[in-house]
């Protein structure tokens, strides 16, 4: 046992290497992705991920795999359970608050998102008295619904690059941006050029142009954003996430979504791609004047040699 000069054990300083070994650990956990992560807060958004209401194609495609190459399910609508979730989905989204918070809606360009989308995040009810555009026509896709306002909601965009697995089948084809017109009047191009007859995409793909969607989100100043979107697309995305978690949150991150299922998350700029100033911090030192920190190095070093 080692000893200092008046015969005590120096446990002191033993004690004291343990504590540094330690916090180096700490500190290693936390730089692998072990502990809790920090990032400026305007370099995040907060996504609201949402997979649309069951489809036509959902109840046999359960059943059976190849019922998605049936042709009547071209750009398939909802289902009146569907429409239920999108109620229920609409409600939680309204009793939560969550509705006053989102700044924008990007939904994929076919039919059951673009359902899904205007019925939880659209306004009230249309009425004719009204000088604007209705968000949704009366009975659009068979619906059965009412025409839906586009008063006292977020702005909608269309974007291309969240649709569904493309290729093959039908039911992931769009119609023409003229048979959306009194939709979404965003859509890319007028024909769906994406969507191949004979050629699916492979995964690999799909997670490519969904890295490539969360790439173009850094474009957008709106920090809080929701986003309708499709099962496979939302998987095959996720998945290129979370490889630097915890297992269990990587399975949270890319668990399949159900119906109508929204789920909460944030995505970080590590990258430094978004170009924003945070509108929250404030530069201190205002007035200006001497603010050394107790805590220096510099303070310390002199302390030492005068000692």
């Not at 289902?79 to 609409?90: A, C, I, K, M, Y």
């Not at 978004?274 to 001497?290: A, E, Q």
Request: proline share 5%; aromatic share 8%; with cysteine.
């Amino acid at each position: 046992m080692s000893r200092t000069v008046d015969g005590l054990p120096a446990v002191c300083d033993d004690w004291r290497a343990g504590q540094e070994r330690l916090d180096q650990n700490k500190i290693a956990e936390m730089d692998s992705g072990a502990g809790p992560s920090l990032f400026p807060l305007h370099r995040c958004k907060t996504i609201h991920l949402v997979r649309h209401a069951q489809g036509i194609h959902n109840v046999e495609g359960e059943k059976s795999y190849k019922a998605y190459m049936n042709p009547e399910y071209f750009d398939a609508h909802l289902t009146p359970l569907g429409w239920q979730q999108v109620d229920n989905l609409r409600k939680h989204v309204h009793t939560s608050g969550l509705h006053k918070k989102i700044e924008l809606v990007i939904v994929s360009p076919l039919l059951r998102t673009l359902q899904t989308a205007v019925g939880v995040f659209g306004g009230g009810d249309y009425t004719d008295k009204l000088d604007i555009l209705p968000m949704m026509l009366a009975n659009a896709g068979n619906s059965g619904r009412g025409a839906i306002s586009s008063l006292d909601c977020p702005p909608f965009i269309a974007v291309e690059l969240c649709r569904e697995h493309l290729g093959v089948h039908p039911c992931d084809r769009r119609r023409n941006i003229s048979d959306y017109q009194f939709l979404f009047p965003a859509i890319e191009s007028d024909e769906d050029v994406l969507w191949k007859d004979t050629v699916r995409e492979t995964k690999e793909e799909v997670t490519a142009r969904g890295l490539k969607f969360m790439n173009w989100l850094w474009t957008r100043k709106e920090k809080e954003i929701a986003i309708v979107t499709h099962s496979g697309f939302l998987f095959h995305t996720l998945k290129a996430f979370g490889n630097d978690c915890h297992p269990s949150v990587k399975r949270e991150i890319c668990k399949h979504f159900a119906n109508c299922e929204l789920r909460a998350m944030v995505i970080v700029d590590k990258s430094m791609a978004g170009s924003d100033w945070s509108t929250i911090n404030y530069p201190g030192k205002i007035p200006p004047g001497p603010d050394i920190s107790s805590d220096n190095d510099e303070n310390l070093e002199k302390e030492s040699s005068n000692s």
